[in-house]
């Protein structure tokens, strides 16, 4: 059971490159939610450019936002995964969440990170086929897997879907099934 007097805090890195539908629709969800969604820019500014060109203000940088705690850490996927891969502090952050026991998302190419980290060894996972090489146990045509505090998903294609799935998680199945009526999901 959730407690509705806990608010659950969220981290969402954001590198230039970023896939702009599976970092906003999660995004969006949580906060609809109630969740405290800090988007972080690994750059040294409070800014991040998608895949598609679309530009950001973020709440602050990734160093910035490090130095505090979150309930769950979110690593949107497209290219800028390779930014996130190539980021010790990102690294720092993974291991430090997991250590923790707190959750660890990531979507599309993202899971990369997190089995570059080590924590994808014997456990249930999907990501982007475009990544399958790199992930040999993928479970390709699951939508959404969560093992133990970790959850991945496909793609752009289930980004609402997930972020419903990590409001579940954070806030509760109910609050979850609220928001997914009031979008018409």
Same mark, same amino acid.
């Given at each position: 059971?959730?407690?509705?007097?806990?608010?659950?805090?969220?981290?969402?890195?954001?590198?230039?490159?970023?896939?702009?539908?599976?970092?906003?629709?999660?995004?969006?969800?949580?906060?609809?939610?109630?969740v405290t969604v800090t988007v972080a820019s690994l750059s040294p500014?409070?800014?991040?450019?998608?895949? %598609?060109?679309?530009?950001?203000?973020?709440?602050?940088?990734?160093?910035?936002?490090? %130095?505090?705690?979150?309930?769950?850490?979110?690593?949107?996927?497209?290219? +800028?995964?390779?930014?996130?891969?190539?980021?010790?502090?990102?690294?720092? $952050?993974? !291991?430090?969440?997991?250590?923790? +026991?707190?959750?660890?998302? #990531?979507?599309?190419?993202?899971?990369?990170? $997190?089995?570059?980290?080590?924590?994808? #060894?014997?456990?249930?996972?999907?990501?982007h086929y475009s990544v399958a090489p790199e992930l040999p146990d993928?479970?390709?045509?699951?939508?959404?897997?969560?093992?133990?505090?970790?959850?991945?998903?496909?793609?752009?294609?289930? #980004?609402?879907?997930? +972020?419903?799935?990590?409001? %579940? !998680?954070?806030?509760g199945k109910s609050k979850s099934e609220e928001i997914s009526k009031?979008?018409?999901?």
């Amino acid at each position: 059971m959730v407690n509705r007097y806990f608010m659950a805090t969220a981290l969402v890195p954001l590198a230039d490159g970023f896939e702009e539908i599976e970092a906003f629709a999660p995004i969006d969800l949580l906060r609809r939610a109630g969740v405290t969604v800090t988007v972080a820019s690994l750059s040294p500014h409070n800014h991040a450019t998608g895949r %598609s060109d679309i530009s950001v203000q973020t709440d602050r940088t990734l160093t910035e936002a490090m %130095s505090k705690e979150y309930d769950l850490l979110f690593l949107p996927g497209g290219a +800028g995964t390779k930014f996130l891969r190539a980021d010790a502090r990102v690294y720092e $952050l993974v !291991l430090k969440q997991h250590a923790a +026991g707190r959750w660890l998302a #990531a979507i599309c190419a993202a899971p990369t990170v $997190l089995n570059d980290c080590g924590l994808l #060894a014997g456990r249930r996972y999907t990501a982007h086929y475009s990544v399958a090489p790199e992930l040999p146990d993928i479970l390709a045509a699951e939508k959404i897997v969560t093992d133990g505090k970790i959850t991945t998903s496909r793609g752009a294609g289930t #980004a609402i879907e997930f +972020g419903l799935h990590l409001v %579940s !998680l954070l806030a509760g199945k109910s609050k979850s099934e609220e928001i997914s009526k009031a979008i018409c999901f």
